[in-house]
C-alpha cells in the first residue's frame, strides 16, 4: 500500500474479514462478487467455495448470482433466491431457503421453518447429495427478500 487509505496505481486491498472469517465484500449482483468472495474466503474454505459455485453452476447453469450481506447468493432469475452461503470460524453454513421441501432433509434448522441449512466442515460434503438438493431448490419457488 502507499500510506493512504486507498490502494495506489495496481495494488490490489484484499477484503476485510469479518467475524469468523467471513469476507466483507460489497452488495453487488453477477459472478464477479462472488468470484470476489469466494478468493477471499480464508484457507481450506475457498476450494469449498470453488466446488460449491462450480456445483452450483453445473447443476442450473442458468443460475443468477449476487453477493448480499456479506454472502454468495444463488436464484432463478423470476423465481428468487434458492440457496446462499457464508463462512463462520469452523465451517461453511449453505443454506437452502425452501430447505424443508428438499428430501432428504438437510440437518440444520432454525426459528424458519421453510429453510434448511448444512454446515460443512473441512473435508467437505458428499458430492451427489449436495447436487441433488441445489437441483431440487432450483426448482422451487426461491426466497424474494430483497
Known sequence: M??????????????????????????????????AYIAAMPGWKRELGERLDALITREVP??????????PFYGIEGQGWFLSFHVFTRYVKVTFFRGAALQPL???????EDARWLDIHEGGFVEA?????????????GWAGF
Open 129 to 141: 447429495q449436495m447436487a441433488a438438493w441445489v437441483r431440487q431448490a432450483a426448482a422451487l419457488p
Open 62 to 71: 442458468h443460475v443468477r448470482k449476487a453477493v448480499r450481506w456479506n454472502s
Open 106 to 112: 438437510p440437518p440444520g434448522k432454525g426459528k424458519d
Open 2 to 35: 502507499n500510506g493512504t487509505d486507498s490502494p495506489g496505481e495496481g495494488e490490489v486491498r484484499q477484503p476485510v474479514l469479518l467475524s469468523g472469517g467471513n469476507p466483507q465484500i460489497a452488495k453487488g449482483d453477477g459472478d464477479a462478487p462472488v468470484q
